[in-house]
């Protein structure tokens, strides 16, 4: 008796990114293998967090510098809300310190934007078999970043608020944008501030610029 043939589903994908031409590129990329198929695609952290709270995917590829919440949140997000998820990030951003935070928020791989476009294929199959997929530039990168640098001891979500407190931003502007109550911000500057000894904003200006912790989308 011959078993029958069985098809394995394709890999159900999602792509964040606040461009559309991007988007656009990801998705005829990636949906020309016969083994994925982009699902949903979304602009920002808002709309991404949304659909995940009724639908699952298998692997979401995430930019970092997304409008509302930011990339940090949206991965701790959708990871909390479907612990199976694997989200590759694909950023023009290859800061050792942003790489470390994303992988430490629960990451699975790391591209950069200037990848080959069979990185980006091989990646999200990677990802999805349960492996860490970094490309090239990201392994050097982590590779030659110290270990006592004040920013690695906070939590992502310490990060993602000293980020925005070194780029000016108030506790109140803060607060909106996260979706967080003035106390809670208020709690994690003190905690920022002690962890980094950093005791001003233009002391976490000054730190934050000469480690270039800011990209413009603060």
Excluded at 41 to 69: I, K, N, Y
Excluded at 130 to 159: K, N, Y
Aim: net charge negative; hydrophobic share 45%; with cysteine.
């Amino acid at each position: 008796m011959i078993a029958p043939v069985t098809t394995r589903a394709p890999l159900r994908v999602v792509l964040a990114d606040d461009h559309a031409v991007v988007r656009t590129g990801y998705r005829r990329l990636l949906e020309f293998e016969d083994d994925m198929e982009v699902v949903a695609d979304f602009s920002d952290s808002d709309a991404t967090c949304q659909w995940f709270s009724s639908h699952e995917a298998d692997v979401l590829v995430l930019d970092l510098s997304m409008p509302g919440r930011g990339g940090l949140e949206t991965l701790a997000r959708v990871k909390a809300r479907q612990g199976n998820l694997k989200v590759l990030i694909f950023s023009m951003h290859d800061n050792p310190a942003m790489v470390a935070q994303a992988l430490k928020a629960g990451a699975d791989g790391y591209l950069t934007k200037s990848s080959e476009p069979d990185a980006l294929i091989d990646a999200v199959r990677r990802v999805a078999r349960g492996e860490r997929a970094l490309s090239a530039d990201i392994v050097d990168a982590l590779a030659g970043e110290g270990g006592q640098a004040a920013h690695l001891t906070l939590s992502p979500r310490e990060f993602e608020i000293f980020r925005l407190l070194a780029a000016g931003r108030s506790v109140d502007e803060i607060a909106s944008r996260l979706f967080l109550s003035t106390k809670t911000v208020a709690n994690y500057q003190t905690g920022i501030r002690q962890k980094t000894g950093l005791a001003t904003a233009l002391d976490m200006y000054r730190y934050a610029e000469a480690h270039a912790l800011l990209d413009g989308s603060e």
